[in-house]
Protein backbone atom coordinates (compact mmCIF):
# COMPACT_ATOMS: atom_id res chain seq x y z
CA UNK A 1 0.00 0.00 0.00
CA UNK A 2 1.32 3.29 -0.52
CA UNK A 3 1.85 5.88 1.99
CA UNK A 4 0.97 9.61 0.92
CA UNK A 5 3.60 12.76 1.32
CA UNK A 6 0.58 14.19 3.83
CA UNK A 7 -0.08 10.77 5.77
CA UNK A 8 4.19 10.86 6.48
CA UNK A 9 3.92 14.63 7.25
CA UNK A 10 1.03 13.46 9.84
CA UNK A 11 3.14 10.98 11.27
CA UNK A 12 6.13 13.27 11.76
CA UNK A 13 3.99 15.31 13.60
CA UNK A 14 2.87 12.76 15.56
CA UNK A 15 6.69 11.72 16.67
CA UNK A 16 7.87 14.70 16.73
CA UNK A 17 4.64 16.03 19.40
CA UNK A 18 5.57 12.60 21.50
CA UNK A 19 9.33 12.71 21.45
CA UNK A 20 9.02 16.76 22.85
CA UNK A 21 6.12 15.61 25.35
CA UNK A 22 8.70 13.08 26.83
CA UNK A 23 11.56 15.15 27.03
CA UNK A 24 9.38 17.26 28.77
CA UNK A 25 8.14 14.62 31.11
CA UNK A 26 12.19 13.99 31.64
CA UNK A 27 12.95 17.38 32.48
CA UNK A 28 9.52 17.93 35.04
CA UNK A 29 11.31 15.04 36.85
CA UNK A 30 15.02 16.45 36.75
CA UNK A 31 13.16 19.62 37.87
CA UNK A 32 14.43 21.38 35.31
CA UNK A 33 11.92 22.75 32.88
CA UNK A 34 10.85 25.93 33.67
CA UNK A 35 12.57 27.86 30.64
CA UNK A 36 10.98 25.29 28.36
CA UNK A 37 7.74 25.86 30.46
CA UNK A 38 8.29 29.76 30.28
CA UNK A 39 7.43 29.47 34.24
CA UNK A 40 9.29 31.43 36.68
CA UNK A 41 10.15 29.03 40.23
CA UNK A 42 11.17 30.64 43.33
CA UNK A 43 11.82 29.25 46.69
CA UNK A 44 11.48 31.92 50.30
CA UNK A 45 14.40 32.27 52.70
CA UNK A 46 14.23 33.22 56.21
CA UNK A 47 16.77 36.09 58.31
CA UNK A 48 16.75 35.97 61.75
CA UNK A 49 18.67 38.71 64.14
CA UNK A 50 18.09 38.26 67.93
CA UNK A 51 18.17 41.23 69.89
CA UNK A 52 19.78 41.06 73.59
CA UNK A 53 18.43 42.53 76.33
CA UNK A 54 20.70 45.43 77.78
CA UNK A 55 20.65 46.63 82.23
CA UNK A 56 22.35 49.99 81.60
CA UNK A 57 21.59 52.79 84.24
CA UNK A 58 23.41 56.13 84.47
CA UNK A 59 23.56 58.77 87.40
CA UNK A 60 23.20 61.75 85.16
CA UNK A 61 23.43 64.42 88.02
CA UNK A 62 25.47 62.40 90.34
CA UNK A 63 26.61 65.33 92.87
CA UNK A 64 24.28 66.68 95.83
CA UNK A 65 26.63 69.91 97.29
CA UNK A 66 24.58 72.03 99.77
CA UNK A 67 27.81 73.45 100.63
CA UNK A 68 28.63 75.36 103.99
CA UNK A 69 26.52 76.90 106.15
CA UNK A 70 25.38 77.60 109.76
CA UNK A 71 23.15 75.34 112.11
CA UNK A 72 20.43 76.00 114.50
CA UNK A 73 21.35 75.86 118.19
CA UNK A 74 19.25 74.74 121.43
CA UNK A 75 18.53 71.43 120.36
CA UNK A 76 16.56 72.29 116.71
CA UNK A 77 17.61 70.63 113.82
CA UNK A 78 18.71 72.35 110.53
CA UNK A 79 16.69 70.47 107.95
CA UNK A 80 18.24 70.53 104.24
CA UNK A 81 16.80 69.05 101.15
CA UNK A 82 17.11 69.76 97.46
CA UNK A 83 15.50 71.67 95.32
CA UNK A 84 12.76 69.48 94.14
CA UNK A 85 9.38 71.33 93.67
CA UNK A 86 7.27 68.25 94.67
CA UNK A 87 9.44 68.81 98.05
CA UNK A 88 8.99 72.21 98.23
CA UNK A 89 13.00 72.17 97.82
CA UNK A 90 14.76 75.29 97.40
CA UNK A 91 14.76 77.53 100.47
CA UNK A 92 17.64 76.09 102.85
CA UNK A 93 18.49 78.16 105.99
CA UNK A 94 21.74 79.66 106.91
CA UNK A 95 23.52 80.18 103.81
CA UNK A 96 23.15 76.35 102.87
CA UNK A 97 22.91 75.79 98.76
CA UNK A 98 19.96 74.77 97.22
CA UNK A 99 21.22 71.52 94.72
CA UNK A 100 19.06 69.72 92.64
CA UNK A 101 18.24 66.12 93.21
CA UNK A 102 20.20 63.10 92.10
CA UNK A 103 18.53 61.93 88.24
CA UNK A 104 18.98 58.62 87.03
CA UNK A 105 18.48 57.70 83.90
CA UNK A 106 17.76 54.54 81.61
CA UNK A 107 19.85 54.03 78.76
CA UNK A 108 19.53 50.25 78.47
CA UNK A 109 16.43 48.52 76.40
CA UNK A 110 14.40 47.16 78.99
CA UNK A 111 12.33 48.89 81.81
CA UNK A 112 13.98 48.54 85.23
CA UNK A 113 12.82 48.43 88.76
CA UNK A 114 15.31 51.26 90.37
CA UNK A 115 16.63 50.90 94.25
CA UNK A 116 18.96 52.90 96.33
CA UNK A 117 21.01 52.21 99.51
CA UNK A 118 24.17 53.80 100.94
CA UNK A 119 26.67 52.29 103.54
CA UNK A 120 26.49 55.57 105.63
CA UNK A 121 23.82 56.06 107.69
CA UNK A 122 22.56 59.14 109.24
CA UNK A 123 24.45 58.55 112.73
CA UNK A 124 27.92 57.70 110.27
CA UNK A 125 27.11 60.57 108.19
CA UNK A 126 25.77 63.52 110.43
CA UNK A 127 26.42 62.48 113.66
CA UNK A 128 24.69 64.29 116.42
CA UNK A 129 21.69 63.53 118.52
CA UNK A 130 18.67 62.11 116.39
CA UNK A 131 19.91 62.77 112.54
CA UNK A 132 18.42 62.51 109.48
CA UNK A 133 19.31 60.84 106.14
CA UNK A 134 16.66 60.16 103.54
CA UNK A 135 15.29 59.99 100.12
CA UNK A 136 12.85 59.84 98.11
CA UNK A 137 11.36 59.15 94.21
CA UNK A 138 10.28 62.02 92.54
CA UNK A 139 9.19 63.49 89.49
CA UNK A 140 11.60 65.30 86.88
CA UNK A 141 8.88 66.38 84.41
CA UNK A 142 8.19 65.82 80.35
CA UNK A 143 10.78 63.32 80.85
CA UNK A 144 9.29 61.59 83.72
CA UNK A 145 10.00 57.71 83.01
CA UNK A 146 8.54 56.53 86.16
CA UNK A 147 5.03 56.03 86.22
CA UNK A 148 4.59 59.88 84.77
CA UNK A 149 3.13 63.01 86.74
CA UNK A 150 0.75 60.16 88.65
CA UNK A 151 3.47 58.91 90.41
CA UNK A 152 1.82 55.07 90.41
CA UNK A 153 5.16 53.58 90.07
CA UNK A 154 7.38 55.47 92.21
CA UNK A 155 7.37 53.29 95.43
CA UNK A 156 6.68 55.13 98.55
CA UNK A 157 6.65 58.27 96.88
CA UNK A 158 4.57 60.10 99.91
CA UNK A 159 7.41 58.94 102.70
CA UNK A 160 10.78 59.46 103.05
CA UNK A 161 13.03 56.52 103.55
CA UNK A 162 16.31 56.36 105.62
CA UNK A 163 18.98 55.04 104.30
CA UNK A 164 20.09 51.85 104.71
CA UNK A 165 22.81 49.38 103.37
CA UNK A 166 20.20 47.45 102.58
CA UNK A 167 18.35 48.39 98.84
CA UNK A 168 15.04 49.99 99.19
CA UNK A 169 13.17 49.95 96.26
CA UNK A 170 12.04 53.47 94.60
CA UNK A 171 10.64 52.88 91.06
CA UNK A 172 9.35 49.49 89.90
CA UNK A 173 9.30 50.77 86.44
CA UNK A 174 11.71 52.90 85.02
CA UNK A 175 11.05 52.74 81.41
CA UNK A 176 13.65 53.21 78.60
CA UNK A 177 12.21 55.32 75.76
CA UNK A 178 14.18 58.37 75.50
CA UNK A 179 11.18 60.59 76.13
CA UNK A 180 10.55 59.28 79.25
CA UNK A 181 13.53 57.93 80.83
CA UNK A 182 14.55 59.85 83.96
CA UNK A 183 13.67 59.59 87.90
CA UNK A 184 14.87 62.14 90.41
CA UNK A 185 16.09 60.96 93.93
CA UNK A 186 15.45 63.97 96.50
CA UNK A 187 17.83 64.02 99.17
CA UNK A 188 17.14 65.22 102.78
CA UNK A 189 19.69 65.60 105.99
CA UNK A 190 18.52 66.82 109.33
CA UNK A 191 21.86 68.31 111.13
CA UNK A 192 21.50 68.48 115.01
CA UNK A 193 22.79 71.04 116.99
CA UNK A 194 25.24 69.19 118.57
CA UNK A 195 26.53 67.30 115.39
CA UNK A 196 30.40 67.86 114.99
CA UNK A 197 32.24 70.60 112.78
CA UNK A 198 33.42 70.01 109.44
CA UNK A 199 32.71 68.49 105.94
CA UNK A 200 30.49 65.63 105.86
CA UNK A 201 30.97 63.08 103.10
CA UNK A 202 28.91 60.08 101.66
CA UNK A 203 30.58 58.65 98.85
CA UNK A 204 28.50 55.26 99.42
CA UNK A 205 25.48 56.23 97.77
CA UNK A 206 24.30 53.67 95.45
CA UNK A 207 21.62 53.22 92.64
CA UNK A 208 20.82 49.82 91.30
CA UNK A 209 18.43 48.49 88.73
CA UNK A 210 17.28 45.08 88.07
CA UNK A 211 15.69 44.34 84.91
CA UNK A 212 11.53 44.37 85.25
Known amino acids: MRITD ?8 IALLVTFGSIIIILEKLGTNSALAGFATFDTGVVNVTIQSTVDINLIVE ?9 FTGGINTSLNTSDIDWGGGSNPNGFSNPGPFQVRNDGNVDVDISVNSSNT ?4 IGGTNP ?25 NATLLSFSTTDQQICN ?9 TLNISIFID ?12 SGFQVHAEQN
Not at 143 to 156: A, K, M, Q, V, Y
Open 63 to 71: NVDFGSGTI
Open 6 to 13: QTLLVLLI
Open 173 to 181: NLTYGDTAD
Open 122 to 125: ASSF
Open 132 to 156: GYYFVGSHVGADEGCGGFDGLNITN
Open 191 to 202: IPSDAATGLKTD
